[in-house]
Structures are given as C-alpha cells and as structure tokens.
C-alpha cells in the first residue's frame, strides 16, 4: 500500500464516523493539510540552490563571476558587496563571466514639516546589470534590482548625512544580495 492509499483511507475512515463538522474541519487543517503538502512537495521540482556546496555548479559558476569597476561611492560598496557574496573563497582565478553594473542613486525628500522643511526622506537604490561572457562577449543575463529605505531628517546636519550613509550600506547589501540571487538562478538553469 503506498502513502497516499494510506492517506486516503484514513481521510476516508475519518469521514465515515460521526465527527462534528467543525472538528473534522480543525483536524484536516492541522494535521492533514500540512501532511498533503509534504507529501507532494518532492513531486515539483523544488531542489536547493546551492546543492553541491562549493562544488556544486552554482558555486562553482558564481565564483567566475568578475564585477566591473564601478564609479562613486555607492559603485565602492555595492562592488564590495558583490565581492563578498560571490567569491567567497578568495579571487576568481580565471573569470568567465563579467558583471557590468550601472547605479542610480536617488534621495528623495517625502515629509515636509509646518516649516516647508523636509523631514523624511527616501533613497533609492537601482542597478541595472548585464551578465557578460568573457570568452564570446555575449549577455547572457539582463536584469535589474533596487530597493528603497527611509530616512528621519533631524535637526543635526551630521545626523542626518550618517542616516544617509547608513542606508546607502544598507541599500548595497540589499541590491547585493538581489543581484547574486538572479545570477544563481541563471546558474542553476541546465
């Protein structure tokens, strides 16, 4: 008998005694429903990302991957970002693939106070980046990634120039971390 006869037979059981209607319904939703979902989970196709580890083809492509300079402060730490995440046993010996990237900065001011002062703002973080074949010069990838975060605007001037900078960091990792995952999942394609 396999586990979904099993299973159906229980439900079936289960239906066939007088149980009262909004027991029979808390009960499939605790124990049934989670149990069905595991069972047909495998059947889909799910596979982990990085199965292999660092041997693994994902790993192994991500650590080809060589980040084009890229200018200003922001271009620095997104750079560095990218650095870290996708070599993260050392530099890429023999790169194959070159990641061009080109930023768009923003900060926006949002709230304004009684005074017509600005008292929040928002910055913006926005990469469009292309996935280059060293070896044909070909783009095999093509995509972009951003993210927002806010910023209280306080009376100190250097308060509010370090919330900046904060989110900036902040908002590098974020796109970093965007950015890796897309170039994994071209990776991961066979």
Do not use: H
Not at 10 to 39: H, Y
Not at 106 to 114: D, H, P, W
Not at 149 to 175: F, K, P
Request: hydrophobic residues 40%; positive net charge; glycine residues 8%.
């Amino acid at each position: 008998m396999t586990r979904f006869e099993a299973i159906w037979e229980c439900v079936l059981r289960m239906a066939s005694e007088p149980i009262p209607r909004n027991a029979l319904v808390r009960a499939f939703r605790q124990s049934l429903l989670p149990l069905l979902a595991c069972l047909l989970l495998p059947g889909c196709g799910l596979q982990p990302l990085y199965g292999g580890g660092s041997a693994g083809p994902v790993r192994t492509m991500l650590s080809q991957v060589d980040v084009a300079p890229i200018s200003g402060q922001d271009g620095w730490l997104l750079q560095s970002a990218l650095r870290d995440r996708l070599q993260a046993s050392g530099e890429a010996a023999s790169p194959r693939y070159r990641l061009d990237i080109r930023l768009d900065d923003r900060i926006t001011g949002l709230g304004v106070s009684r005074d017509d002062a600005v008292s929040r703002e928002k910055r913006s973080l926005r990469a469009r980046y292309q996935l280059v074949d060293i070896a044909t010069g070909q783009v095999v990838l093509d995509a972009t990634a951003g993210s927002d975060a806010g910023i209280d605007v306080v009376g100190s001037e250097y308060a509010t120039i370090a919330g900046e900078r904060s989110a900036l960091e902040r908002l590098s990792g974020i796109v970093a971390d965007q950015i890796v995952a897309r170039v994994a999942r071209y990776a991961q394609k066979p």
